[in-house]
Nanobody, 123 residues
Framework: QVQLVESGGGLVQPGGSLRLSCEAS????????IGWFRQAPGKEREGVSC????????YYADSVQGRFTISRDDAKNTVYLQMNSLKPEDTAVYYC????????????????WGQGTQVTVSS
């Protein structure tokens, strides 16, 4: 049974940093693409970033390119999203997602989802 559990959200001031974690169970990262989506109130869900551990391919939305970094720790079966230079428009619920297929876009709907973690960027 695949499970994804996010942590690390919270309140941060503009310009600050947060690191989100997503611990996966029921599968090994090596065979899946795993990444992050976000959804702000009144807005459509947006694909933020993803990575394929088998191919090494990574994707970043234009809105986070250069500020966010996705990484993984295979020993812990955990994926991270390091978020720097945060802006108020980054405020959203962030969801971890996984799929056997590499999606590399914002509109794909992965098969497995976590419960989400709130990120609020405000002074």
């Amino acid at each position: 049974q695949v499970q994804l559990v996010e942590s690390g959200g919270g309140l941060v001031q503009p310009g600050g940093s947060l690191r989100l974690s997503c611990e996966a169970s029921g599968f090994t990262l090596e065979y899946y693409t795993i990444g992050w989506f976000r959804q702000a109130p009144g807005k459509e869900r947006e694909g933020v970033s993803c990575m394929s551990t088998s191919s090494g391919s990574t994707y970043y939305a234009d809105s986070v390119q250069g500020r966010f970094t996705i990484s993984r720790d295979d020993a812990k079966n955990t994926v991270y999203l390091q978020m720097n230079s945060l802006k108020p428009e980054d405020t959203a619920v962030y969801y971890c997602a996984a799929d056997p297929v590499y999606w590399g876009s914002s509109s794909y709907v992965p098969e497995y989802w976590g419960q989400g973690t709130q990120v609020t960027v405000s002074s």
